[in-house]
Structure formats: structure tokens, C-alpha cells
């Protein structure tokens, strides 16, 4: 069921932990809340759970106002980051407390639970204490609890933040295949940027108690609305210039003595949105304007110092991923650069001093972050 | 295991200990004692373990008053067991600790509900309120009690002046005073195993259950409850144990014609001076304390399976 938040807002005493929001999440959606510690994202699943209750604004389930409706009647199944599965019952009997609650008969609340631990591969476990089973079978058995009771949305609290780095990889999958049979409206929080490429339908991006940007996660990676984004998802080398006409319709960026040619579409999102299109001659009024341009990491390459094109500058920093290798480049002229050099494709590492140039690649997509609302 | 130089006494004490009990499972408890507990066990032997055995050996030794005539002997615990008048007792005994463990479980698990819910001052007070019997000398408390209860005391009063009673009701030296007197007593007992026991559910447990639709009344007592059965536990061992053997507050209270276990023993001991019989009471009195705790501790460990890591 779609879920729309209208003009949500929370304090905490006089300490805003959410300013007003909009947000739905369309039927059968999965959504990632990303942001780092604090931004909220916990607070606003706790609003559309029932636990906190907003100082302003409206949650909706589908057609039905539930602003007002106690957490224990909202039909909002919310995963907890600790599973909080209940100790003193055995598996079977902690996914059968939600069919118990609904009176449930005998026979079908055993069904159910037969069927929840045969989703999430649990079935063997059915006996066993919460205390007798790993992280990742706990929150299995936390999963097979919620969805017994047939939510119409779930929610799930950084559900992998505390299982190891191998389990979690394996658990995201998990997770988002399980999530897709059932096919629930879900938004899931997390703080790893990774999680949230890989998981989800959109990503809303959240910076102290606001959305920056709420998108698919191509077009966050790709077209960050904001520096606070473009910073926060993916690696990225954000270069401050000018953004200066050149030719039909064509601009450049120029910082420190370089110029980039820029393509007309990433121009004419950034510099000034809204207006008919134009050449940037137009638009600017002839003069430059100052913007950030984006560069990803795995857009540049590093060329020999002997070469003619790209920028000239000494390797500063090594960094060994395993699959690829993260160079920090000084540039003579300008910030410092970092570029991945996918493994196998260098040709033989480079010593941090060595002299080289940096080029954009042919799959460069470079983008400028969108001026903030009121700037010129 | 690692080098025993290098983890200092106990550390290493408790290595060996560890290692005894892994080895030679029915000599550890001889070498299981730490060298860091032996002055403490040496002052407990001395002062606790020996007067009970000198103690009891009276109780299976041929006596006349307080004086060892003969061998070993159980014509005491026969004419202590063939005596109705002694199973009377031991029933009372037994029953009032019991309901005032009952008592203790029912006021308290409200009580150490509401200060795990209170911030600031109020739970201060609260607490305090509850821990005070233990701050103040039994015969204190005991006669506070005398001067609430008694026939010019302050219940009494209350009673006459609004007219709820006629004349002063009787409330003290019966087995009702002894009852209220030790559930105040033995309250904090029971509330302050209670307290840490309810702190440690997560309140996560609650809010998902909650998040599933359970009702406060199903999430008290099908989710908070169970899980503080260890801290409930610990409350009625204590305040049955030390119920079960009161003395200062049953004799003070209980006034002249009240009797409980304990204050036989003392009668025997000091009036009559038949030691055998003190302390062959004595010797029923301890075994069948300790027997109702292992007992308790029996279902206890049933109820909380759960706790457990492994099957
Ligand atoms: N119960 C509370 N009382 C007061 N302040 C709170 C409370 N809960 C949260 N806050 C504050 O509200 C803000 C948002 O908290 P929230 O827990 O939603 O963050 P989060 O995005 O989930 O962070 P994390 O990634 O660390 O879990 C924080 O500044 C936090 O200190
Ligand atoms: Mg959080």
C-alpha cells in the first residue's frame, strides 16, 4: 500500500529532528532512507510506525489518515535494528505472537508460522530459543514475525548494521528477494551507501531533517541535486570554477588555467533550470557564472607524464581497493583529484611523486551541482 | 591455557580451579577454593559452619538440658516428628512465609514496575520508602508497628474518630501484625531483584510487540513479565529464607501466645533449656528452608529454559 507523508515535522524539546516533509512511497515500492547519524531517518520511521508522534503534518496508508491511530493498530510492520525477537519464546511462538494477537485459530496460526519459516528458511529452528541462533537467523526469524501478520507496508531499521561484512552482503540479497516475492511497499534505512545503490526502486537522501534528494539511485549517483549529496554517495571530486559561453550554444568550465568542454545537457540542467532553452551565452548574459562541477572518480584516467592531453599534476596518494586502485593527484594547477584505476587495466602501479596527467574518459559524464534555491 | 605468571593471582587461582574442575571432577571441591577467598572462607568455617555443627550435633547426641549425656541418638527428632503440636507449628510457619513471599510479589512487582517508570525525585523517594526497613533496627520497626497497630494506635484512631468503628479492633499480637510486619520488612527483598530484572527486558521486545498489535494488557503479561521470572525468583528465594526464619519481628508482634519456628528454638534453648530439641527444630528448620529453595530453583530453571545458550 503507498504511503505519503504530508508536511511532516518533529522537535525533540527545541531541537528540530525533521522539518516539514513530503514523501510517498508508491505501491509495491522499495525506498531507501540514506543519510548519515542523525538525519532523522529513524525518527521518521518511528512516525510512520506510531512510536513518535509528529509535532505537524498527516501520514497516510493508502486513502487512510492514520496520524492519530495508535502503534498497535497501524497494520506498519517495523524491523528493528536489534530484531528484538523475544527471548522467552521459541521461534515458532515469536512468529506466531502477531497471529495469537489477531485470535487466530489454532490450526491456522500453525500454518502461517509453517509458512513464514519456510519463506525465510527457518524451519528447522522452529524449537530453538532466540539466544540459540546466530545474527543473521535472528533476524530472519525478526523478518518471518513481521510478515506472518501480513503488514500493508514494512519498514526496516538499519536491519543489516549488525551483522559482519559477509553475512550483510548475503543478507542484502536475501532481504531484497524475500521483499520481492512478498512484492510489500517497503522503505528501509541505512547509513551504507552501498546497501542503498544496490537495494533500492528510489533512495531519498536525508541532511539534518530534510530530503536533498528523493531518486532513483542512478540519477542520485549520476545527477547529485547538491554538493551534500554528490559528497555523500559514491566518491566524487567536486572542482569550484566558472562556468564560461563558448561557441553555438556551447560552454566550457574553466578553473585555474584549465577549461573542460561541457556537454549542453549537463549546462542546461544546472546553470539555470527553467528557462527556455538557449545557449548559455543567453542565459548567463555573457558573463561566467560560478558553479561545482562533479567528477567521478572512475570518470578520469591517468596518462604518462609524456603525454600531450589532460592536466598535468604528481600522484599524492595510494590506495590498494583489491579491485581497483584509488589515486589522489595533485593537480600544478587546481585541487587535488581522485581517480580509480580499475585493476588490470593500469600498467603497473605508480609511486606516489610520480608525475602524470589526468584525462576524462570517453564515458565521462561530468555534472554541475545545481546552484542552491536563492543563489544567482 | 595461557601463561599462569602472567594473569595475576586470581587469574591464575581461578585457572587452576577451572582446570581442577575439567580434570578431577569429584575432588574440585577441595581444590576449587581461590587462594584470594581462603581468609574469607577460614572467618566463615570459624564463625558460621562450626557453631552450626557444634550446634546440630546436639540435635543426634543423647542430651539432658544442655549437657551431652551419651552417643548418637535420634530419639529427639522421633519425639519432636510424633508431636502434633510441632507439625502445627511447622505448618504455620511455613504457610506465613509463604503468603508473606506472596505478598512481597504482589505489592512489589507494582512497585518496582512504577520506579523502573519515574524519573528524578519521585523515584528517589520511592526507593527510599521501599529500602527504609533496612535502614532502621528491627526493634524499631517492631515497635513503629506496635504504635500503628495497637489499641490506641494510629489505625485505630483513624477508625474510632470517623466513625468506621465503634470501638479500637484488635490488630496487634495476632498473625495478621506478624504478617504485615514482615512484608514491610522483607519488601525491599523482593523489589530491588525486581528492579534490575525488569531494566534488563529491551524495551525494544515491547515495541515490537506493540508494532504486532498486542494490547498493553497482552504486552505486560505475555512479553515483560516472563522475562523478569530470574529478578522474581531471586526476590522469593530471599524473602521466603528469611520469612521462613524470622524472629525479632514474630516475637515482638506476634505478642505472647503467637508461636512460629523460630521462637520455639529460642524457647527450648533459653527457657527450657532442652538444647536437643532447639536444635533438632533447628536442623528441620534449616533443611526444610533449603529444600524449598532447591525446589523453587527447580521450576525457576524450567520456567527460563530460555536464558540458557545451548539445549
Ligand atoms: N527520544 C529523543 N529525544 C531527544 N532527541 C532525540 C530523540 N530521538 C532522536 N533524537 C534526536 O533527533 C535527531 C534524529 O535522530 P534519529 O534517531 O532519527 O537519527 P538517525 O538518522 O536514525 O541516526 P542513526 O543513523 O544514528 O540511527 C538526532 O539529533 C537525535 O539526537
Ligand atoms: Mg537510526
Same mark, same amino acid.
Given at each position: 500500500?503507498?504511503?505519503?507523508?504530508?508536511?511532516?515535522?518533529?522537535?525533540?524539546?527545541?531541537?528540530?529532528?525533521?522539518?516539514?516533509?513530503?514523501?510517498?512511497?508508491?505501491?509495491?515500492?522499495?525506498?531507501?532512507?540514506?543519510?548519515?547519524?542523525?538525519?532523522?531517518?529513524?525518527?521518521?520511521?518511528?512516525?510512520?510506525?506510531?512510536?513518535?508522534?509528529?509535532?505537524?503534518?498527516?501520514?497516510?496508508?493508502?486513502?487512510?489518515?492514520?496520524?492519530?491511530?495508535?502503534?498497535?493498530?497501524?497494520?506498519?510492520?517495523?524491523?528493528? +535494528?536489534?530484531?528484538?525477537?523475544?527471548?522467552?519464546?521459541?521461534?515458532?511462538?515469536? /512468529?506466531?505472537?502477531?497471529?495469537?494477537?489477531?485470535?487466530?485459530?489454532?490450526?491456522?496460526?500453525?500454518?502461517? /508460522?509453517?509458512?513464514?519459516?519456510?519463506?525465510?528458511?527457518?524451519?528447522?529452528?522452529?524449537?530453538?530459543?532466540?539466544?540459540?541462533?546466530?545474527?543473521?537467523?535472528?533476524?530472519?526469524?525478526?523478518?518471518?514475525?513481521?510478515?506472518?501478520?501480513?503488514?500493508?507496508?514494512?519498514?526496516?531499521?538499519?536491519?543489516?548494521?549488525?551483522?559482519?561484512?559477509?553475512?550483510?552482503?548475503?543478507?542484502?540479497?536475501?532481504?531484497?528477494?524475500?521483499?520481492?516475492?512478498?512484492?510489500?511497499?517497503?522503505?528501509?534505512?541505512?547509513?551504507? +551507501?552501498?546497501?542503498?545503490?544496490?537495494?533500492?526502486?528510489?533512495?531519498? /537522501?536525508?541532511?539534518?531533517?530534510?530530503?536533498? +534528494?528523493?531518486?532513483?539511485?542512478?540519477?542520485?549517483?549520476?545527477?547529485?541535486?547538491?554538493?551534500?549529496?554528490?559528497?555523500?554517495?559514491?566518491?566524487?571530486?567536486?572542482?569550484?570554477?566558472?562556468?564560461?559561453?563558448?561557441?553555438?550554444?556551447?560552454?566550457?568550465?574553466?578553473?585555474?588555467?584549465?577549461?573542460?568542454?561541457?556537454?549542453?545537457?549537463?549546462?542546461?540542467?544546472?546553470?539555470?533550470?527553467?528557462?527556455?532553452?538557449?545557449?548559455?551565452?543567453?542565459?548567463?548574459?555573457?558573463?561566467?557564472?560560478?558553479?561545482?562541477?562533479?567528477?567521478?572518480?572512475?570518470?578520469?584516467?591517468?596518462?604518462?607524464?609524456?603525454?600531450?592531453?589532460?592536466?598535468?599534476?604528481?600522484?599524492?596518494?595510494?590506495?590498494?581497493?583489491?579491485?581497483?586502485?584509488?589515486?589522489? /593527484?595533485?593537480?600544478?594547477?587546481?585541487?587535488?583529484?581522485?581517480?580509480?584505476?580499475?585493476?588490470?587495466?593500469?600498467?603497473?602501479?605508480?609511486?606516489?611523486?610520480?608525475?602524470?596527467?589526468?584525462?576524462?574518459?570517453?564515458?565521462?559524464?561530468?555534472?554541475?551541482?545545481?546552484?542552491?534555491?536563492?543563489?544567482? | 591455557?595461557?601463561?599462569?605468571?602472567?594473569?595475576?593471582?586470581?587469574?591464575?587461582?581461578?585457572?587452576?580451579?577451572?582446570?581442577?574442575?575439567?580434570?578431577?571432577?569429584?575432588?574440585?571441591?577441595?581444590?576449587?577454593?581461590?587462594?584470594?577467598?581462603?581468609?574469607?572462607?577460614?572467618?566463615?568455617?570459624?564463625?558460621?559452619?562450626?557453631?552450626?555443627?557444634?550446634?546440630?550435633?546436639?540435635?543426634?547426641?543423647?542430651?539432658?538440658?544442655?549437657?551431652?549425656?551419651?552417643?548418637?541418638?535420634?530419639?529427639?527428632?522421633?519425639?519432636?516428628?510424633?508431636?502434633?503440636?510441632?507439625?502445627?507449628?511447622?505448618?504455620?510457619?511455613?504457610?506465613?512465609?509463604?503468603?508473606?513471599?506472596?505478598?512481597?510479589?504482589?505489592?512489589?512487582?507494582?512497585?518496582?514496575?512504577?520506579?523502573?517508570?519515574?524519573?528524578?525525585?519521585?523515584?528517589?523517594?520511592?526507593?527510599?520508602?521501599?529500602?527504609?526497613?533496612?535502614?532502621?533496627?528491627?526493634?524499631?520497626?517492631?515497635?513503629?508497628?506496635?504504635?500503628?497497630?495497637?489499641?490506641?494506635?494510629?489505625?485505630?484512631?483513624?477508625?474510632?474518630?470517623?466513625?468506621?468503628?465503634?470501638?479500637?479492633?484488635?490488630?496487634?499480637?495476632?498473625?495478621?501484625?506478624?504478617?504485615?510486619?514482615?512484608?514491610?520488612?522483607?519488601?525491599?527483598?523482593?523489589?530491588?531483584?525486581?528492579?534490575?530484572?525488569?531494566? @534488563?527486558?529491551?524495551?525494544?521486545?515491547?515495541?515490537?510487540? %506493540?508494532?504486532?498489535?498486542?494490547?498493553?494488557?497482552?504486552?505486560?503479561?505475555?512479553?515483560?513479565?516472563?522475562?523478569?521470572?530470574?529478578?522474581?525468583?531471586?526476590?522469593?528465594?530471599?524473602?521466603?529464607?528469611?520469612?521462613?526464619?524470622?524472629?525479632?519481628?514474630?516475637?515482638?508482634?506476634?505478642?505472647?501466645?503467637?508461636?512460629?519456628?523460630?521462637?520455639?528454638?529460642? @524457647?527450648?534453648?533459653?527457657?527450657?533449656? @532442652?538444647?536437643?530439641?532447639?536444635?533438632?527444630?533447628?536442623?528441620?528448620?534449616?533443611?526444610?528452608?533449603?529444600?524449598?529453595?532447591?525446589?523453587?530453583?527447580?521450576?525457576?530453571?524450567?520456567?527460563?529454559?530460555?536464558? %540458557?545458550?545451548?539445549?
Amino acid at each position: 500500500m503507498e504511503i505519503v507523508l504530508t508536511g511532516v515535522a518533529k522537535s525533540y524539546g527545541d531541537h528540530p529532528a525533521l522539518y516539514p516533509l513530503d514523501l510517498t512511497v508508491k505501491e509495491g515500492e522499495f525506498v531507501t532512507l540514506l543519510g548519515p547519524s542523525g538525519c532523522g531517518k529513524t525518527t521518521l520511521l518511528r512516525i510512520i510506525a506510531g512510536f513518535v508522534t509528529p509535532n505537524q503534518g498527516r501520514v497516510y496508508l493508502g486513502d487512510t489518515d492514520i496520524t492519530d491511530r495508535p502503534a498497535n493498530r497501524r497494520e506498519v510492520g517495523l524491523l528493528f +535494528q536489534s530484531y528484538a525477537l523475544f527471548p522467552h519464546m521459541t521461534v515458532a511462538q515469536n /512468529v506466531a505472537f502477531g497471529l495469537k494477537v489477531r485470535r487466530l485459530s489454532k490450526r491456522r496460526t500453525a500454518e502461517q /508460522v509453517d509458512r513464514m519459516l519456510d519463506l525465510v528458511s527457518m524451519s528447522e529452528y522452529a524449537d530453538r530459543y532466540p539466544r540459540q541462533l546466530s545474527g543473521g537467523q535472528q533476524q530472519r526469524v525478526a523478518l518471518a514475525r513481521i510478515l506472518a501478520i501480513e503488514p500493508k507496508v514494512l519498514l526496516l531499521d538499519e536491519p543489516l548494521s549488525a551483522l559482519d561484512r559477509q553475512l550483510r552482503i548475503q543478507m542484502q540479497l536475501e532481504l531484497a528477494r524475500l521483499i520481492a516475492e512478498v512484492g510489500i511497499t517497503t522503505m528501509f534505512v541505512t547509513h551504507d +551507501q552501498e546497501e542503498a545503490l544496490t537495494m533500492s526502486d528510489r533512495i531519498a /537522501v536525508m541532511d539534518r531533517g530534510t530530503i536533498a +534528494q528523493y531518486d532513483t539511485p542512478g540519477e542520485v549517483y549520476d545527477h547529485p541535486s547538491s554538493e551534500f549529496v554528490a559528497s555523500f554517495i559514491g566518491r566524487s571530486n567536486l572542482i569550484k570554477g566558472q562556468v564560461v559561453p563558448a561557441g553555438a550554444g556551447g560552454a566550457q568550465f574553466r578553473f585555474g588555467s584549465h577549461s573542460l568542454p561541457l556537454r549542453a545537457d549537463a549546462v542546461r540542467r544546472a546553470v539555470d533550470v527553467g528557462e527556455a532553452a538557449g545557449g548559455i551565452g543567453h542565459r548567463t548574459g555573457g558573463t561566467a557564472v560560478e558553479r561545482t562541477l562533479l567528477v567521478r572518480p572512475d570518470h578520469l584516467e591517468l596518462l604518462p607524464a609524456t603525454a600531450t592531453a589532460g592536466l598535468p599534476g604528481t600522484v599524492a596518494t595510494f590506495q590498494d581497493l583489491g579491485e581497483a586502485f584509488i589515486y589522489g /593527484v595533485d593537480l600544478a594547477e587546481g585541487p587535488q583529484l581522485t581517480v580509480r584505476v580499475p585493476r588490470g587495466r593500469g600498467e603497473g602501479l605508480l609511486a606516489v611523486g610520480a608525475p602524470v596527467r589526468v584525462v576524462l574518459n570517453e564515458a565521462a559524464a561530468e555534472w554541475l551541482i545545481p546552484a542552491p534555491v536563492g543563489a544567482p | 591455557m595461557a601463561d599462569p605468571g602472567t594473569g595475576g593471582c586470581a587469574m591464575t587461582a581461578a585457572g587452576e580451579a577451572l582446570e581442577a574442575s575439567l580434570m578431577e571432577p569429584e575432588r574440585r571441591r577441595f581444590r576449587a577454593i581461590p587462594a584470594p577467598l581462603l581468609p574469607a572462607t577460614i572467618v566463615m568455617i570459624v564463625l558460621l559452619v562450626a557453631p552450626l555443627a557444634v550446634l546440630l550435633s546436639y540435635s543426634v547426641l543423647e542430651v539432658n538440658g544442655a549437657a551431652v549425656e551419651g552417643g548418637i541418638s535420634f530419639a529427639t527428632f522421633g519425639r519432636l516428628l510424633s508431636s502434633r503440636y510441632f507439625w502445627f507449628l511447622f505448618g504455620r510457619t511455613f504457610a506465613i512465609a509463604l503468603g508473606v513471599t506472596l505478598l512481597c510479589l504482589v505489592i512489589g512487582y507494582p512497585i518496582a514496575f512504577l520506579i523502573t517508570r519515574v524519573r528524578g525525585w519521585l523515584r528517589a523517594v520511592i526507593l527510599v520508602a521501599v529500602a527504609a526497613p533496612l535502614l532502621t533496627s528491627g526493634i524499631i520497626r517492631a515497635f513503629a508497628w506496635i504504635v500503628i497497630l495497637g489499641k490506641q494506635g494510629l489505625v485505630n484512631f483513624a477508625l474510632t474518630s470517623t466513625g468506621l468503628a465503634d470501638e479500637p479492633v484488635s490488630l496487634l499480637f495476632q498473625v495478621r501484625s506478624v504478617v504485615i510486619g514482615m512484608t514491610q520488612l522483607l519488601l525491599p527483598f523482593m523489589v530491588i531483584p525486581l528492579i534490575s530484572a525488569i531494566q @534488563d527486558v529491551p524495551a525494544e521486545t515491547t515495541h515490537a510487540a %506493540r508494532n504486532l498489535g498486542a494490547s498493553e494488557f497482552r504486552i505486560f503479561w505475555r512479553v515483560l513479565v516472563p522475562q523478569t521470572v530470574p529478578g522474581a525468583a531471586a526476590g522469593i528465594t530471599l524473602v521466603f529464607a528469611l520469612g521462613y526464619s524470622e524472629f525479632t519481628l514474630a516475637m515482638l508482634l506476634g505478642g505472647g501466645s503467637f508461636n512460629y519456628l523460630s521462637i520455639y528454638i529460642y @524457647d527450648s534453648m533459653t527457657s527450657l533449656l @532442652d538444647w536437643g530439641r532447639g536444635a533438632a527444630a533447628a536442623a528441620l528448620l534449616l533443611a526444610s528452608s533449603l529444600l524449598t529453595v532447591v525446589i523453587l530453583n527447580l521450576v525457576v530453571r524450567r520456567l527460563t529454559r530460555w536464558s %540458557r545458550q545451548t539445549n
